[in-house]
């Protein structure tokens, strides 16, 4: 069984900051590709930032500069760090893993739950 579980979302203020982590554990799990996609209320499921094993990574056109995405292979780990956070940032983000190198097409295997950020004054 296949776990992946995602933690640091929140509520931040405009131009505030926040860090997302993803954790993908079990037996015979390939995270070749890891992925951030987020959901806004009324809105299709968007990818926002996705790294393979090699590095490779691929951002949204609306968080370039702005967001980073990092991996620890050993870990099987992800994280997203997010500044100059704007309203239209806020969205449940989820973490996706699969061996096959979706990047931002939302096609993975393995998803989380989901984690709540909100940017509001």
């Known amino acids: 069984q296949v776990h992946v579980t995602e933690s640091g979302g929140g509520s931040v203020q405009p131009g505030g900051s926040l860090r997302l982590s993803c954790a993908v554990s079990?037996?015979?799990?390939?995270?070749?590709?890891m992925a951030w996609f987020r959901q806004a209320p009324g809105k299709e499921r968007e990818g926002v930032a996705a790294?393979?094993?090699?590095?490779?990574?691929n951002y949204a056109e609306s968080v370039k500069g702005r967001f980073t995405v990092s991996r620890d292979n050993p870990k099987n780990t992800l994280d997203l760090q997010m500044n100059s956070l704007k309203p239209e940032d806020t969205a449940i983000y989820y973490c996706?893993?699969?061996?096959?190198?979706?990047?931002?097409?939302?096609?993975?295997?393995?998803w989380g739950q989901g984690t709540q950020v909100t940017v509001s004054s």
């Open positions: 079990g037996r015979g799990v390939s995270s070749n590709c």
């Open positions: 996706a893993a699969d061996w096959r190198r979706w990047y931002l097409i939302p096609s993975y295997k393995y």
């Open positions: 790294i393979d094993g090699d590095g490779n990574t």
